[in-house]
């Protein structure tokens, strides 16, 4: 049974940097799609990076430029990087990872909180 457990979430100024970590235990087959996705109060969850085994990396636009998304295959641990934190960052973040095709097992996270503010 795979459980992904996300950490590194907190408080943080405007402006400021945060890393979230995310460990797998157990394995996760290399081809899987590793993501965040974060939820703010009142809105639906989203996509804000991704990674496949290839390392080929997509992010959402609000965070382009900004966040940078890194994967250890030999660790089963994926991380985010954000930078330059604004207001609107603010949300739980969540670590996915899924087949990229569709098959086989999806996995999430608890989620982290993230909160910028001053």
């Known amino acids: 049974q795979v459980q992904l457990v996300e950490s590194g979430g907190g408080l943080v100024q405007p402006g400021g940097s945060l890393r979230l970590s995310c460990a797998a235990s157990?394995?996760?087959?290399?081809?899987?799609?590793m993501g965040w996705y974060r939820q703010a109060p009142g809105k639906q969850r989203e996509l804000v990076a991704a990674?496949?085994?290839?390392?080929?990396?997509n992010y959402a636009d609000p965070v382009k430029g900004r966040f940078t998304i890194s994967r250890d295959s030999a660790r089963n641990t994926v991380y985010l990087q954000m930078n330059s934190l604004l207001p609107e960052d603010t949300a739980v973040y969540y670590c996915n990872a899924k087949h990229p095709y569709g098959g086989g097992s999806e996995y999430w996270g608890r989620g982290t909180q993230v909160t910028v503010s001053s």
């Open positions: 157990g394995r996760i087959p290399n081809i899987y799609v």
């Open positions: 990674i496949d085994s290839d390392g080929y990396m």
